[in-house]
């Protein structure tokens, strides 16, 4: 299988400032067609998770461009421009080049 | 609306039998993936398998292969998670979620249903 890990586990956050979390994969995500199949997800508190980005870097419909995926191969990040409140929640990236599909054991995002 | 109903909460004891249920509306049920997570009280996200309701293809995640069944009925519009013997360590919330896309088009995990709670306790 596909180790996802992500960095950092914790992250508090101050409203307006940016931030950002890191995905690693064990093995490239990065397919023959030259798609990254890296998403990224926000499970907010006492919800259900959210697409955020997929395919590396293509945001979802309705996600605010203040979230932005990079990265290839191996390494990705979660990028967010400026913090809002109701950005808290659990991020995970996932990779769905293999199966099983797996996913990274969740950055939790809170406010300082 | 595209949108993933799913079955109530559910306490069992173990050695139970259990099936919870997902039921699509707003979209075309056999032309896309839907696939079942698993989060634990208190975890991250783990990904239990994946079934295509056109032709029932299953793919499960060798971490559950063996331990739940997942099918499909697209007549009602409704992907299964199936339990035959429940243990204390199935306590979780069971999400379904449709995947866009197939390969190589991909749009990742679009729509995700609300979950259902399974207790396992005696």
């Known amino acids: 299988d596909i180790v996802m890990t992500q960095s950092p586990l914790s992250l508090p956050v101050t409203p307006g400032e940016p931030a950002s979390i890191s995905c690693r994969s064990s093995?490239?995500?990065?397919?023959?067609?030259?798609?990254?199949?890296l998403d990224w997800y926000l499970q907010k508190p006492g919800q259900s998770p959210q697409l955020l980005i997929f395919?590396?870097?293509n945001r979802a419909s309705g996600v605010p461009d203040r979230f932005s995926g990079i990265g290839s191969g191996t390494d990705f990040t979660l990028k967010i421009s400026r913090v809002e409140a109701g950005d808290v929640g659990v991020y995970y990236c996932m990779q769905s080049l293999q199966t099983p599909t797996t996913f990274g054991p969740g950055t939790k995002v809170d406010l300082k | 609306e595209v949108q993933l109903v799913q079955s109530g909460a559910e306490v069992k004891k173990p050695g139970e039998s259990l099936k919870i249920s997902c039921k699509a509306s707003g979209y075309s049920f056999s032309n896309y993936w839907i696939a079942w997570v698993r989060q634990m009280p208190g975890k991250g996200l783990e990904w239990m398998g994946i079934i295509y309701p056109g032709d029932s293809d299953i793919i499960y995640s060798p971490s559950f292969q063996g331990q739940v069944t997942i099918s499909a009925d697209k007549s009602i519009s409704t992907a299964y998670l199936q339990w035959s013997s429940l243990k204390a360590s199935d306590t979780a919330m069971y999400y379904c979620?449709?995947?866009?896309?197939?390969?190589?088009?991909?749009?990742?995990?679009?729509?995700w249903g609300p979950g259902t709670t399974v207790t396992v306790s005696s």
């Open positions: 395919l590396g870097s």
């Open positions: 093995q490239s995500l990065l397919d023959s067609n030259g798609y990254n199949y």
């Open positions: 979620a449709r995947r866009s896309g197939s390969y190589p088009h991909y749009y990742g995990i679009e729509v």
